[in-house]
């Protein structure tokens, strides 16, 4: 894995865990990405594709480097996991001409629990360049 995701999300627990860094806190981001790369090829890979391929405006998207999941914050995404599409937004989707089955995200609230929507789209993370990766941390920061 990228050492820069490894390093901005130890940084991450440090920050939360107000504690001293330990070789126990890598071994916790290494099993949060490995969940979240098991739970993304359970739940989202047929919808949205893998690390490869797929073009920004693929309704639905991908959730590498062409996709835009690296234009909005850890909230927005982990809230359009939990939360879904609304309806509005699926039928903007059709209005576009977007067939049905391709226009609804479904709301993993109930299957996901956050901690594991988070460790999914830290997954996705590693699948980004270094600047989208820092551009979308200055995103979060900002907005959530
Ligand atoms: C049944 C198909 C389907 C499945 C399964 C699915 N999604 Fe989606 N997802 C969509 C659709 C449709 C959209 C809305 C696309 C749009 O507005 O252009 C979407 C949008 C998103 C977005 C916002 C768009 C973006 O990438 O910035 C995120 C984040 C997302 N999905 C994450 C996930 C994750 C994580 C999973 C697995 C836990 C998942 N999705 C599973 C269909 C799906």
């Known amino acids: 894995m990228n050492v820069r995701v490894v390093s901005a999300l130890v ?4 920050v939360a865990a107000c504690g001293p860094l330990g ?3 890598e071994d916790e981001v ?3 990405i490995e969940l979240g ?3 993304y090829f359970q739940h989202c890979e047929t919808c949205h594709g893998g690390e490869t391929g797929g073009h920004i405006e693929d309704v639905p998207p991908p959730h590498n480097e062409h996709g835009h999941t690296w234009h909005h914050g850890d909230c927005q ?3 359009m996991v939990m939360d879904g599409t609304s309806e509005v937004h699926e039928q903007m989707l059709i209005d576009q001409g977007i067939p049905e089955e391709d226009a609804v995200m479904p709301a993993f609230e109930g299957t996901l629990s956050e901690d594991e929507a988070m460790a999914i789209l830290n ?6 360049t270094e600047e ?3 551009h ?3 995103i979060t920061d900002d907005l959530c």
């Open 23 to 25: 070789d126990n806190d």
């Open 132 to 134: 989208q990766r820092e």
């Open 11 to 14: 940084l991450a627990l440090l």
């Open 123 to 128: 997954f996705i993370k590693t699948w980004w």
């Open 37 to 39: 790369e098991e739970l």
């Open 30 to 32: 290494a099993r949060d």
């Open 136 to 138: 979308q941390e200055r």
């Open 77 to 79: 995404n982990l809230e």
